[in-house]
């Protein structure tokens, strides 16, 4: 968070990886430790929104195992450039709760 008092939950991916960087051709951790992190998209915001919510999240969280989310906004096609207030909330849903959970969210 801005104020960086956020903890990530104990046990979570970001709380046992935190920062990660690429360093050649692999993701490592604060430790200086390789991670695999493992995830899925979600499908374009305009056209999967109802899957944008934090409820999905942590269902994939505690169902399919992610430490990562992939969430594209779509601009075109009644996205962003028709509803931005629109598309603005529902990728902001989605982070805030990758943020809650301690998965990595791209």
Not at 20 to 47: A, K, N, Y
Not at 55 to 84: F, H, T
Request: proline share 8%; net charge positive.
């Amino acid at each position: 968070s801005p104020s960086g008092s956020f903890h990530a939950p104990p046990g979570s991916p970001v709380a046992q990886h935190g920062h990660i960087q690429v360093v050649g051709p692999r993701l490592i951790d604060s430790h200086g430790v390789p991670v695999r992190l493992r995830g899925m998209s979600l499908f374009w915001s305009q056209w999967g929104g109802k899957y944008w919510n934090s409820r999905v999240i942590k269902w994939l969280v505690k169902d399919w195992k992610i430490s990562l989310l992939r969430c594209p906004m779509g601009v075109e096609a009644g996205g962003y450039l028709q509803k931005p207030k629109v598309e603005q909330r529902r990728i902001s849903k989605v982070v805030e709760a990758a943020i809650r959970l301690g998965i990595y969210v791209i």
